[in-house]
């Protein structure tokens, strides 16, 4: 009799463990959820954007940081990085610019993107360093 007892407790233990390995699993390879998909909480201009984090990165940050953005302006450059573009927007009178990073599934809509043109990038912004960053980046139809 204590020998199914404990048959039944550890046939327990092990469907606890193979339970807690797969919810662990499934997490690790959790995808993000496409951006393109995502509503906006504000469109701003990326000079407007700029200034509001030069004037005050503290209140800007806790505004925007983890939060998806709409950004409008001219595209000063076009960078390749590996598997993602980035493309930086403003307007060369500040020294900062708005880094739009975006990852392989969008890379073809940023590859048509050229320096000059103006476009309306969605992303979630991550702060600011010495420009205002962006990632999971993707072109909004205008």
């Given at each position: 009799?204590?020998?199914?007892?404990?048959?039944?407790?550890?046939?327990?233990?092990?469907?606890?463990?193979?339970?807690?390995?797969?919810?662990?699993?499934?997490?690790?390879?959790?995808?993000?959820?496409?951006?393109?998909?995502?509503?906006?909480?504000?469109?701003?201009?990326?000079?407007?954007?700029?200034?509001?984090f030069e004037?005050?990165?503290?209140?800007?940050?806790?505004?925007?940081?983890?939060?998806?953005?709409?950004?409008?302006?001219?595209?000063?450059?076009?960078?390749?990085?590996?598997?993602?573009?980035?493309?930086?927007?403003?307007?060369?009178?500040?020294?900062?610019?708005?880094?739009?990073?975006?990852q392989p599934?969008?890379?073809?809509?940023?590859?048509?993107?050229i320096p000059?043109?103006?476009?309306?990038?969605?992303?979630?912004?991550?702060?600011?360093?010495?420009?205002?960053?962006?990632?999971?980046?993707?072109?909004?139809?205008?």
């Amino acid at each position: 009799m204590r020998t199914g007892r404990w048959k039944i407790i550890i046939s327990v233990i092990v469907v606890l463990i193979i339970t807690g390995f797969y919810f662990i699993w499934e997490q690790y390879h959790r995808k993000h959820a496409d951006t393109t998909d995502l509503t906006a909480i504000v469109r701003k201009e990326a000079m407007s954007l700029i200034k509001e984090f030069e004037l005050d990165e503290k209140a800007a940050s806790q505004k925007y940081n983890g939060k998806v953005i709409s950004v409008k302006g001219a595209v000063l450059k076009v960078e390749n990085n590996n598997d993602t573009r980035n493309l930086i927007l403003g307007d060369g009178s500040s020294a900062a610019g708005v880094i739009c990073e975006f990852q392989p599934e969008h890379k073809s809509d940023a590859d048509k993107i050229i320096p000059g043109q103006q476009i309306s990038v969605k992303g979630i912004c991550t702060g600011m360093l010495l420009d205002i960053v962006m990632v999971r980046c993707v072109v909004e139809e205008n």
